[in-house]
């Protein structure tokens, strides 16, 4: 059974930068369907897609968000992450991490790690 | 990209159907067949219920299903049980790109 695990900081003061590591256990990251994406939901509110990745290497971010967002992959080692720049309180979100189905949906979801931002 | 629109909140009672609408536009949910739906418990991460507009994942009740027409998507849900009460999100793709909806919280009365 596939399962997603997202790890980091739970803090994060304002103008710096958010990191988070998603590690995937019991299926591989280069199945030639699957992207891996970034979801987030601040407290009481809905869900934005941030961005995905595929194996390879290329990305595909929400416009929103594009000039602050970096999306990476290591395959050797399972995982994938989140770099999100100049953070501020409107940053503050559950992050979701998930598999990315063919780029049009979201099958497998990790538990989500919460990020605050604040000083 | 704009979210999609739903409706805040929907209701029903036990045993009885019914629908949260998901309107977007011609870039996104009228562009394309790829429609996918979630639903939420308070504390839990989404779970796929639909995905391309009607299908449904190994493990979702058949009660659930979906539809298009134009620039929306429909859930029904059909025999409403208490567990089903949760906020369901519907999502589109549009141009290498994903947007979700703003929510629709199902209260079962």
């Known amino acids: 059974q596939l399962q997603l695990q997202e790890s980091g900081p739970g803090l994060v003061k304002p103008s710096e930068t958010l990191s988070l590591t998603c590690t995937v256990s019991?299926?591989?990251?280069?199945?030639?369907?699957?992207?891996w994406g970034w979801i987030r939901q601040p407290p009481g509110k809905g869900l934005e897609w941030i961005g995905s990745?595929?194996?390879?290497?290329?990305?595909y971010y929400n416009p929103s968000l594009k000039s602050r967002v970096t999306i990476s992959v290591d395959t050797s080692k399972k995982q994938f992450s989140l770099k999100l720049t100049s953070v501020t309180a409107a940053d503050t979100a559950l992050y979701y991490c998930?598999?990315?189905?063919?780029?049009?949906?979201?099958?497998?979801w990790g538990q989500g790690a919460l990020v605050t931002v604040s000083s | 990209q704009s979210a999609l629109t739903q409706p805040a909140s929907v209701s029903g009672s036990p045993g009885q159907s019914i629908t949260i609408s998901c309107t977007g536009t011609?870039?996104?949910?009228?562009?394309?067949?790829?429609v996918s739906w979630y639903q939420q418990h308070p504390g839990k991460a989404p779970k796929l219920m639909i995905y391309?507009?009607?299908n449904r994942p190994s493990g979702v009740s058949n009660r659930f299903s979906g539809s298009k027409s134009g620039s929306t998507a429909s859930l029904t849900i059909s025999g409403l049980q208490a567990e089903d009460e949760a906020d369901y999100y519907c999502?589109?793709?549009?141009?290498?790109?994903?947007?979700f909806g703003g929510g629709t919280k199902l209260t079962v009365l």
């Open positions: 998930a598999r990315h189905q063919l780029l049009v949906y979201f099958d497998y």
């Open positions: 011609s870039s996104d949910v009228g562009g394309y067949n790829y």
């Open positions: 391309d507009v009607s």
């Open positions: 019991g299926g591989s990251l280069s199945n030639s369907n699957y992207y």
């Open positions: 990745i595929y194996h390879s290497g290329s990305t």
């Open positions: 999502s589109s793709y549009t141009s290498s790109s994903m947007v």
